[in-house]
């Protein structure tokens, strides 16, 4: 049994509403007591009563105050919302008198914590609602969307499915191996079985790179000398003037962030530092720091000057980030050409300039193709989307590829059925069906107050 916790749900700030809720066993007798309209006790479920909050006979506030009983609420417990006129002193007050009253202050995520130990909604369930609070895009917000409504969930417990009748006629074939009416199973007989759920999984795991994409975006690092225009493709990109430019070199010493949407997926830009060798303390600081965010970033633009030679020092650059998603953008087109560009050994090389938005449309198109952006349209959206999610999908495909082992070499089915129940388990704790308290404290510490 659980104890009586209450939260602000609200934005605490200056707004016309602000909520406060209450959930667990003594929920309504609390509001109920520092309530004055009709007696929430003896009133209907699911209905909202007018009234005030009072503290003794002092009046605190005017308030409509939802009564929902248990079982059909957000946590499956008795559940209050109190409206109350927005403020933060109004608001505060009301918490605290419910704290005095005896509730707890709740934890943050703790009344969806409750939703899913209460059985309500399972672990894609509460992890996607944390996303869809979270989204910033169209896209993200429909991906989350997808989550709570359970067609994530159905997806996986399909293929658990799969695996629970593969089980099931192993064990009849174990357990009562005189029953005609059973199928014989052979290791032939499973093996088409097991290689299609290992598609099933395989195709999940090629989608949720997709759903990475959705949830986190690309983050997209612009690199390159001093002064070639870096901090003017992000101003451009972002129609705002957000990094400063001059035409000093080393003008960009700290980065510089912003953020565009392309195709429905959000592009992190970050602007760097022009790398050079540099005896200035604080441009080297800088500089190192562009290196690092070289390597985190999932794009790197590296921008060069149309109208100047190509350095060593930018060769160099393109032959140490082979192994990244790589365009090498060639600014400053509308001035006349000095690069040698057939010396540049890069598959995307974009030209443009930072003049006109119009102008970046052929590096738009290149970041479009390389990361597929206009296929990952939103038809199912059945993607998973968090790295924990992902890696349990990548455990369960290992137990299918031992079980396929297995089956070469011929062993006997029943001991095929520990791979098989490995892999339902591992899909199983995707879902929450098996769970650590603190996997649980990891998920909803990340959640809002109140929620
Ligand atoms: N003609 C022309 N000039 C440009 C273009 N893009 C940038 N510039 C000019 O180039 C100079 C340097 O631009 P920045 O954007 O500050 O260059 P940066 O790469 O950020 O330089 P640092 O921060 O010093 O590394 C400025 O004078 C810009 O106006 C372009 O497309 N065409
Ligand atoms: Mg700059």
Redesign the pocket.
């Known amino acids: 049994m659980f104890d009586t916790i209450c939260a602000i749900s609200t934005a605490l700030g200056v707004g016309a509403i602000s909520i406060i809720r209450v959930t667990g066993p003594d929920s309504i007798k609390l509001v109920n007591e520092i309530f004055k309209g009709k007696n929430l006790e003896k009133v209907e479920s699911h209905t909202i009563n007018y009234g005030y909050i009072i503290n003794n006979e002092e009046i605190v506030d005017e308030v409509l105050v939802s009564i929902m009983k248990s079982p059909k609420t957000y946590t499956k417990e008795d559940l209050v919302e109190i409206n109350c006129h927005g403020g933060i002193n109004t608001t505060n007050k009301i918490l605290e008198l419910l704290l005095i009253k005896g509730a707890r202050l709740a934890e943050p995520g703790e009344f969806t914590k409750r939703a899913f130990l209460n059985g309500r909604i399972d672990l894609i369930e509460a992890e996607s609602i944390g996303d869809l609070i979270n989204s910033e895009t169209d896209k993200s917000r429909k991906l989350s969307l997808n989550g709570v409504t359970g067609n994530i969930t159905n997806l996986i417990n399909t293929i658990r499915q799969k695996l629970v009748s593969i089980s099931a006629n192993i064990e009849v074939n174990i357990d009562y191996p005189e029953y005609e009416d059973a199928v014989n199973l052979t290791n032939e007989l499973i093996k088409p079985k097991i290689i299609d759920i290992k598609k099933d999984l395989e195709n999940l795991l090629k989608e949720s790179a997709n759903g990475k994409l959705i949830k986190n975006g690309i983050d997209v690092a612009i690199v ?13 990109l972002l129609e705002e003037e957000k ?11 700290d980065i510089v962030e912003g953020k565009l949407i392309l195709n429905g997926i959000m592009l992190n830009l970050i ?4 790398i050079r060798k540099t005896n200035n303390l604080v441009e080297q600081i800088g500089v190192n720091k562009s290196k690092k965010i070289i390597e985190k970033a999932d794009l790197v633009i590296l ?1 060069l000057n ?2 100047d030679k190509i350095s060593k020092e930018e060769l160099d650059l393109i032959e140490s980030l082979k192994t990244k998603n790589l365009i090498v953008y060639i ?5 006349t050409k000095k690069i040698d560009d057939k010396k540049l050994n890069c598959k995307n090389i974009v030209y ?4 006109e938005y119009a ?1 970046l449309k052929k590096l738009k198109d290149k970041i479009t193709e390389i990361f597929n952006l206009e296929q990952i349209e939103t038809s199912n959206m059945n993607y998973l989307s968090n790295s924990r999610q992902i890696s349990l999908v990548k455990k369960a495909l290992l137990s299918l590829d031992n079980c396929l082992e297995q089956i070469e070499n011929n062993i006997e089915i029943d001991l095929l059925a520990i791979d098989i129940k490995e892999c339902y388990d591992l899909l199983g704790e995707i879902i929450g069906n098996t769970y650590k308290d603190e996997l649980l404290d990891e998920i909803f510490e990340n959640f809002c107050l109140g929620k």
């Open positions: 390159g000398k001093p002064n070639v225009g870096k901090s003017s493709l992000l101003n451009t990094a400063i430019v001059t035409n000093i070199a080393g003008t960009t010493r602007d760097t530092a022009g921008v149309y109208n600014n400053k087109n509308d001035l443009g300039n930072t003049n102008n």
